[in-house]
Structures are given as structure tokens and as C-alpha cells.
């Protein structure tokens, strides 16, 4: 019998390499659910940085359309960074689409979780910027003056969030900020060009403990999302930057949910 499962990918965020999700995709597999992490090239180590926005969504495009022209129904689901690489590639390959064009396959769901849902033309440091809150960056983030890498100043109080460790322990959040890598920081500055979630069905998680991405910025881009006529299923968990550790029961509870095709409370 054939699986009609829709196939999952996880668009992964600034730092994050595949084994950051290991917890989340364990899960999803575990439920018979087909889980893609692939890893951006921004995630190289390249110093100095040899790939940005433009390389990451050439990537996932090509990846995703490798899936989708065989015929594979997809869920995007976006974290953090991830979410702009997610609307900057995946635009023109929504199932809905594609069935409209007499193809088959196609990017049935686009979740963000704790993502950036941007319009054409921004950036993120637009949003930091929307809120007066670029005095903070230097707080948070620790650029190299050379190259323009960047990491966490504080990773576990950025990420996990103090008191935000929700179902994971000591030592998995010490494995996991220690499987951390160096990332272009050029990308907080590049603007996305396309916006997929205009075409794709979309849901967002909300992560109400998060230090880098505030529940603030959140919901003012689902606002923003909704105002230009996207439907937005949501639901919000006390958690911090990072679900898919410190929520991954959850949060694969919810993407199992869209994968059968249910709705989401909000």
C-alpha cells in the first residue's frame, strides 16, 4: 500500500545544523512520518562566509523540488532564520499550485516555528528596528568585526530562555548549544524577495519564553500576515527560542496534527 503521508522538511535557524533537530525528527519518524533535515550551507564554517540568504534558498529550493517533482506532498516546517529562507524559496511550489498547473506534488503546509514571516523586501533587522530595539543586538549577538560571523553572547539565556527548559535536561541543552556553529550574520541584514506563505496554507508556533525572536515580533508578523489575506492557524507554548528541544513532544504533536490534515485551535 502506498504511504500517503505528507513528507516533512525542516528548515532549520541561524546556528542550527541538522543534529539540533535530532530530537524533533526522532519523534516525527517515530510516528512514521518521512523527516528532512538538511543542512544550510551557510552552516559551513566557512570563515570567512562563503554563503548567505541567496545560497541557503537556492539550496532548499532545489532540495524541496527534488521531493515535490516526485510527486511528494510537503510540509515546510521553519525555525528562526529558517522561516526566511522558507518564503524566499518555497514560492511557486504549493500543492495548490501546482495542481492548477496539472502537476503533481507540492508544499502542502508552511509551520513556522518561531520563524521570521517577512514581507517582500524585509529583512529582520527590520522588525528589530520596527520595535527600537537595535540596542540590544550587541547585548545578545557578538559579531566579528572581520568577517561578520556571529554567535550567541549568552546561548543558553538567548535560546533555552532562564527557567524555559521545558521536557529537556542539563545535559541535552548542554549538548545541544554545544553542537552550535558560527553563522553569517550578514543574513539578519539581507531582505527575502518572495513570500511562499501568499500561496501555501500556514501555521504558526508561538514561543512565548523566547529571547531572540520576542512573542512581540511574533505575533506583529502574523498580524502583518493576516492583514494581507493569509489565513493563520496558531498555538503558543511557555518556551523559549528553541521548541524542537525544549517542547519537542509538542511541537511534533502539532506538525503530526497538520500532516493528518486536522486543524489547528487557533
Not at 55 to 63: A, E, G, L, V
Not at 158 to 166: A, H, K, M, P, V
Request: one cysteine or more.
Amino acid at each position: 500500500m502506498a504511504n500517503n503521508k505528507p513528507t516533512i522538511i525542516i528548515v532549520g535557524g541561524g546556528w542550527h545544523i541538522p543534529s539540533s533537530y535530532s530530537k524533533l525528527a526522532g519523534l516525527l519518524r517515530s510516528s512514521g512520518l518521512e523527516v528532512h533535515v538538511p543542512r544550510l550551507p551557510i552552516m559551513n564554517e566557512v570563515r570567512f562566509p562563503n554563503a548567505d540568504l541567496a545560497t541557503d534558498t537556492q539550496f532548499i529550493r532545489s532540495y524541496v523540488e527534488s521531493l515535490v517533482e516526485a510527486g511528494r506532498s510537503v510540509i515546510a516546517v521553519t525555525h528562526s532564520y529558517g522561516g526566511q529562507v522558507g518564503s524566499n524559496a518555497l514560492v511557486g511550489l504549493g500543492l495548490e499550485t501546482r495542481v492548477q498547473r496539472g502537476l503533481q506534488g507540492g508544499v502542502s503546509h508552511l509551520i513556522y516555528m518561531a520563524a521570521s514571516a517577512l514581507l517582500e523586501g524585509q529583512t529582520m533587522i527590520d522588525k528589530v528596528k520596527e520595535f527600537d530595539h537595535e540596542h540590544l543586538m550587541p547585548v545578545a549577538f557578538d559579531f566579528d568585526a572581520e568577517d561578520n560571523t556571529v554567535v550567541c553572547r549568552y546561548p543558553k539565556a538567548t535560546l533555552i530562555g532562564d527557567g524555559q527548559e521545558g521536557e529537556a535536561d542539563e545535559a541535552e541543552i548542554d549538548a545541544y548549544l554545544s553542537g552550535l556553529v558560527r553563522w553569517n550574520g550578514t543574513c539578519m541584514y539581507q531582505a527575502i524577495s518572495h513570500c511562499a506563505w501568499r500561496e501555501i496554507p500556514v501555521s504558526y508556533i508561538y514561543t512565548s519564553g523566547d529571547g531572540t525572536l520576542p512573542l512581540v515580533y511574533q505575533k506583529s508578523m502574523v498580524d502583518t500576515l493576516r492583514k494581507e489575506g493569509r489565513e493563520v492557524a496558531t498555538v503558543e507554548f511557555s518556551t523559549g527560542h528553541c521548541p524542537n528541544l525544549t517542547q519537542a513532544k509538542e511541537v511534533a504533536d502539532i506538525i503530526s496534527k497538520v500532516a493528518r490534515g486536522e486543524k489547528l485551535d487557533g
